[in-house]
């Protein structure tokens, strides 16, 4: 008989060869229910010995009703969202969190969530991340199909859907920065914020466009500069890359230099990095010149030996809280939201401003400012190590 004409192996032969039932069979695969080690050994000897390599997943998960899948929403195309170590590392962290309780992770964009991909899609639980603008549309259909959500960074809107939120200090932790430079004595500030929303509009964020921010991690870092600044000028960057920071800058910078900011703070160290670009493209010297803020605290190409002035995240950590989240949810049990805390890293990229410190009246940058009351049933867990 040639090798394409031999039997099929099923666990029913190796059942057989084993001396068991069918049923022992698959307790001695599956590891759980009354089957002695010894039983267990001789089953799987069986099984070495047929080259059987065990039961057909598929056949559990129709079984279970699950498919054992997970499905994690971006806020990007795959190509730019793994161009960001931020995301890199929160994907791995959620599958730390998920443990064996997971067969894999469904990786859908924003553009294929709202075009029906992960309504449709075979996922027993959804994960989407902080910086994704598709909040309002996704969450209704997933929580319509009965499919426990959990998200990142969703701040103000996964409180009003009612869904486990694993949640960073972003408004407190971008006041930070603003305090730090109007400390040392800045006045005039441009921030670069993160998309704004599905559209992904790049330029000015009018007060209109602001009305209509959807993504929550920019809406929130944009809140906390302007507690300090609140006459800050924005302009938003499409996506979370180092070209669209370096094009925002020089939007920003290319006004006389007694009108163009003395300090940019932008929302992620990638567009800061951009920044640092467009600077020097443009002749100006950092810190002495200008003086450029980030957010995440993560190592990224392009910033060679330069000590950013930033916030650092514990992007791991939020990743093994979203997933050690979806494995409560789909045992049944309640999964509570938590809030991660931001730790400050002043680097060499902030200095004071041009001609010395500016004088500032305690009521423009110096004031205490009352931080937002954060939602109710939430956790504060630990921040990043400097």
């Known amino acids: 008989m040639s090798s394409s004409e031999q039997p099929r192996v099923t666990l029913s032969l190796v059942a057989d060869r084993a001396g068991v039932s069918v049923s022992t069979a698959s307790l001695a695969f599956s590891g759980a229910g009354p089957v002695s080690d010894a039983t267990r050994d001789r089953v799987l000897a069986a099984a070495r010995e047929l080259g059987y390599s065990g039961p057909d997943p598929r056949a559990r998960s129709l079984r279970q009703g699950r498919s054992g899948v997970v499905g994690i929403v971006f806020d990007e195309s795959l190509l730019n969202a793994f161009r960001d170590p931020v995301n890199v590392s929160t994907l791995d962290g959620i599958a730390t969190g998920l443990g064996t309780d997971s067969n894999g992770l469904l990786l859908m964009t924003e553009s294929g969530a709202v075009e029906g991909g992960i309504r449709e899609a075979a996922v027993d639980a959804a994960v989407i991340m902080g910086c994704s603008p598709v909040f309002g549309s996704v969450i209704p259909a997933l929580q319509a199909r009965g499919v426990p959500v959990v998200t990142i960074e969703g701040g103000a809107q996964s409180f009003a859907a009612g869904v486990t939120d694993i949640g960073l200090d972003n408004a407190d932790a971008a006041e930070t920065l603003a305090r730090h ?35 929550a991690v920019a809406a929130d870092r944009l809140e906390g500069v302007l507690r300090v600044f609140p006459d800050a000028p924005a302009w938003s960057a499409g996506h979370n890359l180092v070209e669209e920071g370096a094009l925002a800058a020089r939007a920003l910078l290319e006004g006389p230099e007694g009108e163009r900011p003395t300090a940019v703070l932008a929302q992620s160290d990638l567009l800061a ?53 979806v494995v409560e949810l789909l045992a049944g049990r309640p999964a509570a939201s938590g809030v991660f805390v931001c730790t400050f890293h002043e680097g060499a990229t902030t200095a004071p401003p041009p001609g010395g410190a500016a004088t500032l009246a305690p009521s423009d940058a110096t004031a205490p400012t009352a931080a937002a009351a954060p939602p109710p049933a939430t956790d504060t867990v630990r921040g990043a190590t400097s």
């Open 273 to 325: 990095v951009g920044v640092l670009q467009a600077a020097r493209d443009l002749g100006l010297e950092v810190p002495r010149d200008l003086s450029v803020t980030g957010f995440d605290g993560v190592r990224i190409d392009g910033l060679g030996d330069r000590d950013l002035t930033t916030m650092r995240q514990p992007v791991a950590e939020k990743g093994r809280a979203a997933g050690a989240a």
């Open 181 to 215: 430079l109007a400390e040392l004595g800045h006045r005039r500030v441009a921030i670069i914020t993160l998309g704004t929303d599905e559209h992904r509009e790049t330029g000015p964020l009018t007060p209109e466009r602001r009305r209509g921010m959807t993504t």
